[in-house]
């Protein structure tokens, strides 16, 4: 009798013991992990980004790039962009950065 506590007993703690292991250690079953989002991909080439918004000081998808509303505002800053081009960065719509860019922007920093 008492063995068959000892070894129920026992199976009880490798079972509590494996569940612990595997609480702590999801990722090893592939489920409850925590997982990274996947990337997002706005764009792979430059023609998939367009400039946007009233003053065209945004850079968006092309296929946003219409329904994006702003208001109608013109800071001077927004002067540099004709010195750059919105373009695929990195798989983002961005501005891109170059050395005129820059410069221009060194006037507004304050």
Known sequence: MHLKLEIAGAIVIIIVL????????????????????????ECTMNTDCAPAGCSNQIC?????????????????????LAKTSCGCVKNKCAWKDNPEYQQCMEKFKG
Not at 66 to 71: E, F, N, Q, V
Request: proline fraction near 9%; charge should be negative.
């Open 18 to 41: 494996v569940g612990a292991f595997f609480y702590l250690r999801p990722d090893i079953l592939g489920i409850m992990a925590e997982k990274e989002p996947a990337p997002v991909i």
């Open 60 to 80: 968006a998808t092309a296929e946003k790039a219409p329904t994006i509303i702003t208001t109608c505002e013109f800071r001077d800053e927004w002067e540099c």
